[in-house]
Structures are given as C-alpha cells and as structure tokens.
C-alpha cells in the first residue's frame, strides 16, 4: 500500500497503520495492531474526513502533504467520531492549517470542546444540509450509540462513497492491502466479529436503526475508520452487520467452561464430542481461565447454541467463568440455547443456580439435563453430559 493510496481520482486515504498498541481501549487484544483510517477529498474545497490518534499525528500530516503538496491546505475537518484514536489529531491539524473549519453535529462539537477546548472555526451540520466542496456534496446521517452519542455517517452522493465511523470496522493493520478485494474474508470475519461483539455489540439496537438509514444510500464504495475499504462488494459487511446485530448467530456452539482440576473440563468435552457426533459441524470449546475475554466473547455472539460449565470456588462460581458470564450480560448477549454444568465439593447447586438466574435474566433457553457433579466424575455424569450436549444439537436443528 502507498503512503496515500486512491480510492477514487479525488479521493485518497490518508490512514495509517498502530502496530505498537496491544490493547485496543486498554481491554481488548491486537495481535496484528489496528488502522486508524483518515480520508482525503480533494476539490475547489479539501475535506478530511476523520483523523488519527494523536501520536500517529505527524505521519497523517505526511500523507496530506503527499496528495496535495507541501503548501496545500485542508479547508474541512469532518469528525464523524469523537473518540480520541480518530479525533487525537485535531491539535496538530489546527496549528498546521489554522483556517481549517471542524465539522461536526451539535453533540459532536460539544465533545470538541470538552476533549480539545476548540470552539471557534466551527461548522455544525444535520441531516437536512449538505456541505458542498465544489464537484462533491457530502451529506450527513446521525447514528447515535454506534458506539458513542454523538456518531454520525458522511455520505458523497457524486461517486456514491460511505465513510463510516467505527460502524462497519475491524481489528487488524493493512499488510500491503487496503481494499476489501485483497482480502481473505474468513480472516476478516474472525477480527470484523471480535471488534464488533467488544466494541459494539451492547448497542445492537442502534445498529439495526443505522443500517436502516445506511441502506437508503446508493452505495459503491464503504470506508471504515477502521479496517478495509470496501469496493468489491460492501454488500458483504452490511449483512454481516445485520446478522451480528440481530443476534441471529449460526448454526454451532460455544463451549466455555472453568475448571480448577479437570474434571469440570471433562464435561465441556464430552458436551462438545456429543455436539459434533450429533451433526453440529461448528463446535468451540474454550478453558476461560486461560482464554482472554475478548476471543470468548466473539465466540459467544457467533453461534446460537451455548454451554457453560463451571466449579464452585469461595461459594461462588470460579472467578474466569464468573467474568466471562458478566460479560455476556453486560454486552446484552441475546437469543441463546444453554446448557449447563457445574461442579462442588461442599456446596452444593451453587453454580447451576448462579448460571440459571443470568440465563433468566437474558432469556436464554436452557436445554435439559442439567448436568452436577460432587466430588470425584463419575460415568453417569459423563453420560449426562453427552445426553446435553446431544439435545443442544437438537434444539440448533
């Protein structure tokens, strides 16, 4: 990829690549980093559309120059996204072109000068009048809550290209690629769904408003903050987001258990083993103690069918599965089928009744039998634990 790849003619991205951040909001892992993707238009008027976070600031400024030379200037800042990795830059770019106008809806430009103190050379827009740089007219769409309040969508009818804020993005850098047709998909989808199920996924019904409005755009080209531009068939992750955002999940299931000395981890498996061996193709198991949240939590949202195993620990529910378990709550995880094992020494049904008051609370169906073991694992329970897992794959039918 070029320091200032074209999108179109007119249009460049200006974006650049972190690979020195290993956790994403301080909370989620990048393996392979993350882009921050920042946008050029150039016309009679030059718009960039979102910026950088702040450390990345001088190697934007490069890209800038790169397109429109070293005594060009940018007339627009447009902020769809307030968060500081897409919004770090905005010191830097009002001390370099000083006539620059930030623009952005009224609850944007109030986090401007909460974050920035700028509140001067601003334009406020709404989703009545587009902003016209000459040949390309942008117009604007709010999609407040995906993620934060103030989110909004910035549309260029003339070559029918969507830049879209952190709707519609992924983990992961560019590695000579930036469109969506230099691509494995099945990688993309594995990051695409992690990123959303960690940063998105408890705003799912904002989601499904947004993409209500998104598709009344006639749309060709779909440009992310982060993760690949879409030229090829932006089709593709506008379904993916509906899919992920209804929660309808596929056909398989997620696996996850916490176990201090393997026995608890006999029953995941051999729910796992009677899931595959009853026609379920797509089956995870994961230990969450050793598993981060992030990947457990991706998994979860992909697939309809869960079973969560556990022991007891301190009369409570053994504290990795106990976490994963608030997680799923706290992203507002929907439309499960569950099955359930714990295990005790001394205190009895502990665990299965920690597990059956979440799956109440969010709706989940669980799938008998109930599986419990005291002490030391026994047969039958291992034979209860292949009848669930044999019933979950009838109930995924």
């Given at each position: ?119 001067d050379n601003v334009v406020e827009v709404d989703e009545k009048e ?102 090829k068939n932006p089709g593709y992750v506008i379904e993916r987001y ?139 329970a291992l034979a209860k634990a292949r009848e669930l897992g044999g ?7």
């Amino acid at each position: 990829m070029t320091s200032c790849e074209p999108i179109t003619e007119s249009i460049f991205y200006v974006g650049v690549n972190d690979r020195q951040t290993d956790l994403f909001e301080s909370l989620w892992p990048l393996p392979d980093g993350i882009a921050y993707n920042s946008y050029l238009i150039r016309d009679e008027k030059v718009a960039l559309i979102d910026a950088v976070k702040g450390s990345f600031s001088l190697e934007l400024l490069e890209k800038i120059r790169a397109v429109l030379g070293p005594s060009g200037k940018v007339d627009y800042l447009v902020i769809n996204h307030m968060e500081p990795d897409h919004s770090g830059a905005i010191g830097m770019l009002c001390a370099v072109f000083p006539e620059i106008k930030i623009v952005g809806n009224k609850k944007t430009l109030a986090m401007l000068k909460q974050f920035h103190s700028v509140g001067d050379n601003v334009v406020e827009v709404d989703e009545k009048e587009p902003l016209s740089l000459g040949r390309h007219r942008l117009s604007f769409h709010l999609i407040p809550m995906v993620h934060w309040p103030e989110t909004m969508v910035t549309y260029e009818p003339t070559e029918k290209v969507l830049f879209s804020g952190d709707a519609f993005g992924s983990y992961g850098v560019f590695s000579g690629g930036l469109f969506d047709d230099h691509l494995d998909l099945s990688l993309f989808d594995d990051e695409a769904l992690r990123y959303y199920a960690n940063i998105v996924g408890a705003f799912s019904a904002f989601v499904q408003k947004a993409l209500a409005k998104v598709r009344t755009l006639d749309l060709s080209i779909l440009c992310p903050s982060h993760g690949p531009v879409w030229r090829k068939n932006p089709g593709y992750v506008i379904e993916r987001y509906d899919e992920w955002s209804r929660q309808a999940g596929r056909r398989g299931a997620f696996v996850a258990y916490g176990s201090m000395y393997g026995q608890t981890a006999q029953l995941a498996e051999a729910v796992g083993q009677a899931l595959v061996s009853s026609g379920v193709d797509e089956v995870v198991i994961r230990d969450t103690a050793r598993t981060h949240p992030s990947y457990l939590l991706r998994d979860a949202w992909r697939y309809r069918g869960l079973a969560l195993a556990g022991c007891t620990y301190d009369m409570g529910l053994f504290p990795p599965l106990e976490a994963f378990v608030a997680l799923l709550v706290s992203k507002k995880v929907k439309n499960k089928t569950l099955g359930l094992c714990g295990s005790y020494s001394w205190s009895r049904g502990i665990v299965l009744k920690k597990l059956k008051e979440v799956a109440a609370a969010q709706g989940w169906q669980c799938v008998e039998p109930e599986v419990e073991i005291y002490g030391v694992l026994s047969e039958e329970a291992l034979a209860k634990a292949r009848e669930l897992g044999g019933n979950l794959a009838e109930s995924l039918a």
